[in-house]
């Protein structure tokens, strides 16, 4: 009787696949490539903001104004906008090969930030809001301040109530919320709470005070979107699990 014929098994990830065919990347090593990426490219812009504070004129390649990270347009901002989209791009494949509804939800709500951003949209209606409702400027803000909040509690709103929807239909995707729920109030932190006591106090402040106050809100928006393409692309790389199984309230 002849013995029964055993298939090969598969090659596991990082393991050879033949002469000629390079290894895959484990998960692991994949995890460890972004995050080395993002530390270097990140490292890189924000040392460019720091030569461009502390030595303007010298004739550096910094001293183009894209790398004052307080100026629209700026490198950090551009890299920041680059990796949420790619976030979003991510989100969106997820969504379809897995139907989690909260994919989608969070792909929206990613790529409004991306947008409101780089439109200035919360800027020109906030601006709009402040002289249509002679809205006030208490604690040191500026009328458009109030009007930007009131813009930011608005746009939260509705993309919120979305979330919540998407996340109550979604029990077996939930842990999608809460590991990006926390990203997005880090980055919130930053870009609306830093910014807005910024513009607060700025009159208070010595011109080297104000400048580090700029560079830690430049430096903790770039790190939270860093974050959230970290936590979208472990997402990614983490296996379906079975319906129910992550069923988190």
Known sequence: MSEPTVAPAAPSSGEARGPGVPAALSREDQRAALLVWLVVVDAVVLTGNVLHSLAPGSGLLTDREAWNGNTDGSYAEMLGHAQLLLAVAILAVLWRRRGGAIYGAWALLLAVVVADDFLRIHETAGSWAAVTFGLPGPGGLRAQDVGELGVW??????????VVVAHLRSPDHRDVTWTLARLLLVLAAFAV?????GSAVA??????A????????TTGELGAMSLILLGVHQMMLRPTAPPGSTNQV
């Open 153 to 162: 509690a608005a746009l939260g709103l509705v993309l919120g109530s979305v």
């Open 193 to 197: 709470v830093v910014d807005m006591m």
């Open 203 to 208: 009159r208070f402040l010595e011109f080297s």
């Open 210 to 217: 104000l400048r580090m106050t700029t560079f830690l809100e």
